[in-house]
């Protein structure tokens, strides 16, 4: 599983969460680790006290969560 742990390479990591990981799951249709996504890339942008950031994310991890809560896979 990627995670975000602080070191110098952080910031391609978040890119690729942002670029390539969350888009992947909500294209096909993976609704949970899409939500897990937004809410990881939202939880680093709050501890690095960007919060208009981390609520954009946070605010369409709740949206995800609203409008597809029937479609989500089974864990």
Known sequence: ???LHP???EK???AKVEHDIIPYFK???DFHE???ALNLVGDYYYKYRAYKS???FYKEASL???NNHDTFKEV
């Open 7 to 9: 070191n110098r390479d």
């Open 1 to 3: 599983m990627l995670r």
């Open 54 to 56: 981390a609520a954009e």
């Open 12 to 14: 391609i990591t978040l």
């Open 34 to 36: 899409y939500r897990k």
């Open 64 to 66: 995800t969560l609203i």
């Open 27 to 29: 294209e096909h249709g």
